[in-house]
Nanobody, 122 residues
Framework: QLQLVESGGGLAQAGGSLRLSCATSARIFSISAMGWYRQAPGNQRELVASITSGGGSTSYADSVKGRFTISRDNAKNTLYLQMNSLKPEDTAVYYC???????????????WGQGTQVTVSS
């Protein structure tokens, strides 16, 4: 069973930085669009940033524009989220999401990571 494995969360002070990573747990055929979501207690899960298959196009939630950068390394099947100028309101569980085709004859299916906690102190 394919999994998306996240790492890099933790505790940071306001104004600090963290870098999240998300990698596949097994060999896959291809990955299409990927994204990072977050969910704070009592809130719905929201899209933070997304990136196309080739990495040529990205989009961001207004709340993180200019502070967060999404990128991917297709050779490593890994997604990244560089988070700078962190604010207490960025505190949430962050999830990666990807549309993955596991074999040549298969179709794309959506996978989620298990989530990684990011806590920003003021």
């Amino acid at each position: 069973q394919l999994q998306l494995v996240e790492s890099g969360g933790g505790l940071a002070q306001a104004g600090g930085s963290l870098r999240l990573s998300c990698a596949t747990s097994a060999r896959i055929f291809s990955i299409s669009a990927m994204g990072w979501y977050r969910q704070a207690p009592g809130n719905q899960r929201e899209l933070v940033a997304s990136i196309t298959s080739g990495g040529g196009s990205t989009s961001y939630a207004d709340s993180v524009k200019g502070r967060f950068t999404i990128s991917r390394d297709n050779a490593k099947n890994t997604l990244y989220l560089q988070m700078n100028s962190l604010k207490p309101e960025d505190t949430a569980v962050y999830y990666c999401n990807a549309a993955v085709r596991t074999s040549y004859s298969g179709s794309y299916n959506t996978y989620w990571g298990q989530g990684t906690q990011v806590t920003v102190s003021s």
